[in-house]
């Protein structure tokens, strides 16, 4: 996850210069390959299925659009990530500032997660998985944007930062207090677990909206 660009990366990358060029194609692989996350993510924020999918349509729209003025991208899953999340900030006007990456009280609701939302699996107990969704419900509505950009998403520390336009200190300093809290908050009744190798295998079995 931290080191450089993987295959798949290095694959977008060539599908984002493609599109620059014109390649419709492209366009169209970009959005079947990721149109599952950014929904994912977008419905996390805003619980509006209709105005969510909008928005992505409208983010290949513009980068279409636009497509001849836009530079190169190393990391295209972020981008269209943090492309979207600017979006559908500005569409609900949830910002309260001049800064779109803030969040307010009034956001307290969003990326909740419930049981219903993950699917069932051999590596976490029914237990666990309750007490694992419990916790992260506790976090504040940052923290749990943080988690599900990490072990849903699997953006690495860098691409957390350029997402949400923070020092990546500060996304690594903020992963360590939340999987610290974490651990003193879950009871662990088979054994030790790793907190971090614990939601990667949780949000393996988060269900497709």
Not at 155 to 178: C, F, G
Request: net charge negative.
């Amino acid at each position: 996850m931290e080191g450089g660009a993987t295959n798949i990366e290095r694959n977008d990358s060539e599908q984002w210069k493609a599109l620059k060029r014109g390649d419709k194609n492209a366009l169209s692989v970009l959005f079947n390959n990721y149109y599952q996350f950014l929904f994912n993510y977008g419905y996390q924020m805003i619980q509006d299925r209709d105005l969510v999918k909008d928005a992505i349509q409208e983010l290949f729209y513009s980068i279409w659009s636009r497509r001849e003025r836009l530079g190169d991208v190393v990391y295209v899953k972020s981008y269209l990530l943090m492309s979207l999340r600017r979006q559908l900030l500005l569409l609900k006007q949830l910002e309260k500032s001049s800064d779109v990456d803030s969040y307010s009280d009034e956001e307290a609701e969003m990326f909740v997660f419930e049981e219903e939302q993950f699917m069932d699996n051999e590596e976490i107990s029914s237990i666990l998985k309750q007490q694992l969704i419990s916790t992260i419900n506790q976090l504040t509505t940052k923290q749990r944007e943080l988690v599900f950009l990490r072990f849903y998403q699997e953006l690495s520390y860098k691409q957390i930062a350029e997402l949400l336009s923070i020092n990546e200190q500060s996304v690594k300093n903020n992963m360590q207090r939340i999987i610290k809290k974490m651990r003193e908050w879950i009871t662990f009744q088979d054994g030790e677990y790793q907190v971090d190798n614990l939601l990667f295998a949780l949000f393996v079995y988060y269900k497709r909206k």
